[in-house]
């Protein structure tokens, strides 16, 4: 980059920076970007297949999530990472769908690419896209049915469309009803509205024993063990004490010498301090306390002290356990063990030290009323218990997200083919240029029942023309049963989805797409190393070697 005075070259950006500029900068933005969606399009649906993603350790993760194959991918090239981030705030926002979100976005920019080469300007491409986003967004909104907590059903259906296609399906019945009785036991109505945040719905993995053993404790599972071998494994009726102060004697805060002189002295030293340990022994006794979780650490003699008087004590919990046990048992965390008073313990049915996967655990249940609960999953592996735990994640996400926006639709392509009918209509409405960009939008959203067909191995052609036929005549359920490989109405198979994950998709995708699309530029600084131009190794986007996704 430079410029001419006088006959001199003034070279602006260091040597050895490279730039692409104009049509090309698209292309090679847009064709990143496919290369992203395309490497995930094959896990889309019940019939979709997983990825085996290795990393420079040799550690292998085997998944169907969207998001966690493209955080383990590494990408580097930068438009391909903007589709990364649509799929983190996918899955941030709302917990499923990521797959989706990030192959609408590959498909807006694939549909764009073909009006770029037609001449037609980005500008007028992008204010065509916002348009068909705020359309598609009001279409499915339309379209969408309401759920509240008794419809216990209807959320059952969305946990288990969830974790269709995943490793979880095997034990999908089972394992959708855990999720949505999860989510119904911390969800708090606020003014009409049910607000659910999902840190209170907190999720162990233990390999060692198969998926069917998963299980939900109204409580909390604790990743502890019990201080002292001679304290109960097991307190019924148990008082709970959560205190968030050490147990032990502190040293003083100022730099001070003691001087013994008379070993009787170094005698009453000890003493004193067994004393003070034994006091605040008392204190928790006193209070009525026979379980006490203690976020910083617990003395010898304290632990002592505590199993003679039948206390079943843990110390170093985690701060997010100690805060979940507040909200399950109703106790009050105290700072302060002098504090500690009766009304500050909480109750809990049953705690117990459990052995799971050899490793202790303590389970608190049968709490009365809890705000906070856990799920222990299960899995014969670890690979098996990673997958399950994504394929939870998803359910409760779904979940979550139908109860706090209210309202659902059908899956199985059925809402993006509803959308890109009623996009076509609307393109004819707009006019000018940006109808063209309207349209490309509707085919856009027929990437997703494209998809779906073509993982099952159907013929995506006869089955688009099929489901636009349909959605004509007004059968706004109908999707791809990929089972039976025809055109059925999505509620009768109860394929259900929550109406956020569409709406989110939508909006994110769009969103990227645009702001990719006004890049005409893109100035890559020498400093960094490696290949190609920005630091990328040649073979698109910095993959690893022998993984230029077939570009």
């Known amino acids: ?45 019940p019939k979709g297949m997983d990825k085996m993603l290795v990393d420079s350790l040799g550690d292998i993760v085997i998944t169907n999530d969207g998001v966690t194959i493209l955080e383990e991918m590494d990408v580097q090239h930068p438009a391909a990472k903007m589709l990364v981030e649509v799929a983190k705030t996918q899955n941030s926002e709302v917990g499923d769908g990521t797959t989706t979100a990030v192959i609408i976005a590959g498909g807006l920019l694939k549909e764009a690419e073909t009006l770029i080469e037609q001449n037609i300007h980005p500008t007028v491409i992008a204010k065509g896209y916002r348009l068909a986003k705020e359309k598609a967004i009001e279409t499915v909104t339309k379209i969408a049915k309401p759920v509240g907590l008794k419809d216990k059903d209807i959320l059952k259906k969305i946990a288990m469309t969830a974790m269709t296609g995943k490793s979880a399906e095997a034990a999908k019945d089972f394992l959708a009803e855990i999720a949505v009785d999860a989510v ?16 209170n719905v907190k999720i162990e993995k233990k390999e060692g024993a198969s998926t069917d053993e998963t299980q939900l404790i109204k409580g909390i599972i604790v990743d502890k063990e ?47 301090e067994e004393k003070m340990l034994k006091k605040m022994v008392e204190t928790i006794t006193e209070t009525g306390a026979n379980v006490v979780f203690c976020q910083k650490g617990i003395d010898d003699m304290a632990q002592h002290f505590l199993s003679k ?47 799971i996967g050899g490793d202790e655990m303590i389970f608190v249940h049968e709490c009365k009323n809890p705000k906070s609960v856990s799920m222990l999953v299960r899995g014969g592996t670890e690979h098996v218990v990673e997958e399950i735990f994504r394929a939870m994640e998803d359910a409760i996400g779904g979940v979550a997200a139908a109860l706090e926006i209210g309202k659902v639709v059908a899956g199985g392509g059925a809402p993006e083919a509803e959308i890109a009918k009623e996009l076509r209509k609307y393109a004819d409405t707009v006019g000018g240029r940006e109808q063209l960009a309207i349209n490309a939008f509707a085919n856009a959203m027929e990437i997703i029942p494209k998809t779906l067909a073509e993982n099952a191995g159907l013929d995506s052609i006869d089955m688009l023309v099929e489901m636009r036929t349909r959605h004509e005549k007004g059968d706004i359920t109908s999707g791809i049963d990929v089972f039976k490989g025809t055109i059925s109405d999505m509620n009768s198979l109860n394929v259900i989805e929550p109406l956020k994950i569409k709406t989110q998709a939508i909006s994110s995708a769009s969103e990227s797409a645009e702001m990719i699309l006004r890049i005409d530029d893109v100035i890559a600084a020498s400093k960094m190393s490696g290949g190609g131009a920005g630091g990328m190794p040649p073979g698109m986007g910095g993959m690893p070697p022998g993984m230029d996704m077939g570009m």
């Open 309 to 355: 008087r039948g206390i079943m004590a843990a110390r170093r919990v985690k701060k997010s356990d100690m805060t979940a046990l507040a909200r399950a048992t109703g106790a009050n965390i105290v700072t302060s063990i002098g504090d500690l008073e009766k009304s500050d313990l909480g109750f809990a049915g049953i705690v117990e030290e459990n052995k």
């Open 226 to 272: 019990r201080v002292h071998t001679g304290m109960p494994a097991t307190v019924k009726n148990a008082k709970i004490a959560l205190i968030d102060a050490a147990l032990e004697i502190k040293s003083t805060e100022t730099d001070a010498q003691i001087r013994i002189t008379d070993p009787m002295q170094m005698q009453a030293f000890v003493e004193q």
């Open 1 to 45: 980059m430079n410029g001419q005075q006088g006959g001199q070259p003034i070279f602006i950006l260091p040597e050895g920076a490279l730039r692409d500029t104009g049509k090309n900068a698209q292309k090679q933005n847009i064709a990143a970007a496919k290369a992203i969606a395309d490497t995930i399009k094959s896990t889309l649906g």
């Open 184 to 199: 119904v036991s911390v969800a708090e109505e606020k003014n009409g509205n049910v607000a659910i945040d999902l840190d």
